[in-house]
């Protein structure tokens, strides 16, 4: 068979590498819809959880949270286990050295050979997402809709030698509808799944852009069928009223956004290779979370500190906060994040990054003269290049989004200045 990776686009069709692709079509398919239902299912029983714990008493606001991050450390922790493993135990059973709370990392190192996707493991994980995300830790959606969407179609190409060679196109189209359920934008699905295996050195090929694409779209369609509404999406509709102050907006807001989530991506980071004892971390880290979540239930009100971050968009949306409050709820939010992950928590850090980003945006709208939606949207496309490092992603949602062109051209190039400065710190991994 024809090596569509090594001829990449140069090479004239033929017949071997039409069938080539064929499969790939085929596998990004049926990966993308089983990988985006069951994903779908996934969200919206945890929409339905962080529905019901978002309308209790403060108190509870506070404490579920780290109840949640002691669940998902008992479970990785204590269920899990290390070693070689047994078919019966092929569940539970982390390789020496691995990072049990880090579904991320599993999706990056396993770009491009996907066959060594370790969706055995999703079941456990699944339990520790449903209690960090569900019970409303500072952590998202993305990485376990990645994850789990990746999971299933591994899992539906590993039933045996025929089915094998379905199984990459089927992981990217899982991964890629997964994505694309929960943003609702199904560039944002393809461009996730493809720019975050680059830094597994996958490459921009045929063969992988095809069923991205595909599990994309599915993952589109799904998402209208069943409505999904976990995160909304700020769109930008007043576009600024001059090239002086576009100019100004991208530089200001690209550069703090920029800043900030680079910042809180790099204590992530250190959160999740801090090599302390599983206790130790827990302690520590629901001691931060737990006082982050104090200080923005002062500052700010209950619902901003609970969830991934919707509920703070939504009080710098209602409230006329002034700026420097808004950039106290900004890093209280980063704060309650990097601690939610090194505590042991089993999510994301997109999502958050949208919230932290687009309130750093709405800094600056006052004294610039914007939009609180323009700078919002600018924020949380700058959040996305600046702090998850994805900026063809943040593009992709930028123009799903949608807005006056004006508006949308102002949110891109936030995403150039925020890009380059997260380049700038001096803790980037």
Request: charged fraction near 15%; charge should be positive; glycine fraction near 14%.
């Given at each position: ?311 703070a968009i939504t009080w710098a949306e209602t409230h006329a906060a002034p700026p420097l409050t808004l950039l106290l709820v900004d890093l209280l939010r980063a704060a309650s994040t990097a601690a939610a992950v090194s505590a042991g928590g089993c999510g994301g850090v997109f999502v958050p990054f949208l919230a932290i980003g687009d309130i750093a945006g709405r800094v600056f709208a006052p004294g610039l003269g914007v939009g609180n939606d323009l700078a919002g949207a600018a924020g949380a496309a700058g959040g996305i ?45």
């Open positions: 068979m024809a090596d569509v990776r090594a001829e990449g686009w140069t090479q004239p069709p033929s017949a071997v590498q039409f069938r080539h692709l064929g499969t790939q079509a085929l596998g990004g398919l049926m990966g993308g819809l089983v990988g985006g239902a069951f994903v779908e299912a996934v969200i919206a029983l945890l929409k339905r959880v962080l529905d019901f714990f978002a309308g209790q008493a403060t108190w509870v606001l506070i404490v579920v949270p780290l109840v949640g991050l002691s669940i998902a450390t008992l479970v990785l922790e204590r269920i899990g286990r290390s070693g070689v493993s047994r078919p019966a135990d092929a569940w539970r059973t982390f390789p020496p050295g691995a990072i049990r709370r880090d579904i991320t990392g599993n999706v990056v190192d396993t770009a491009g050979r996907e066959e060594t996707f370790p969706w055995q493991l999703a079941p456990l994980r699944l339990v520790a997402i449903f209690a960090t995300v569900g019970l409303g830790a500072g952590m998202g959606t993305e990485a376990p809709a990645a994850y789990l969407g990746i999971a299933m179609g591994a899992c539906l190409g590993d039933r045996g030698r025929r089915w094998r060679r379905l199984l990459r196109p089927a992981a990217l189209g899982g991964g890629a509808a997964g994505v694309a359920v929960l943003m609702g934008i199904p560039l944002v699905g393809t461009g996730y799944v493809l720019e975050i295996g680059r830094r597994n050195g996958a490459p921009y090929s045929a063969e992988r852009v095809l069923p991205a694409l595909i599990g994309g779209g599915v993952g589109w369609l799904i998402n209208i069928a069943y409505d999904v509404q976990l995160i909304r999406l700020v769109v930008p509709h007043e576009p600024p009223a001059s090239l002086r102050q576009a100019l100004i907006t991208v530089c200001l807001i690209g550069a703090l956004s920029g800043a900030i989530t680079s910042l809180a991506a790099s204590a992530v980071y250190l959160g999740k290779k801090w090599q302390a004892s599983a206790l130790i971390r827990l302690g520590l880290g629901a001691l931060i979370a737990g006082a982050a979540s104090i200080a923005l239930c002062v500052v700010a009100e209950p619902s901003a500190a609970f969830g991934p971050g919707g509920g290049a600046g702090g998850y490092r994805l900026p063809l992603t943040a593009v992709a949602m930028v123009l799903g989004v949608g807005g006056p062109p004006t508006a949308q051209l102002t949110c891109l190039g936030v995403v150039l200045v925020a890009h380059y400065a997260s380049r700038l710190n001096p803790f980037a991994s």
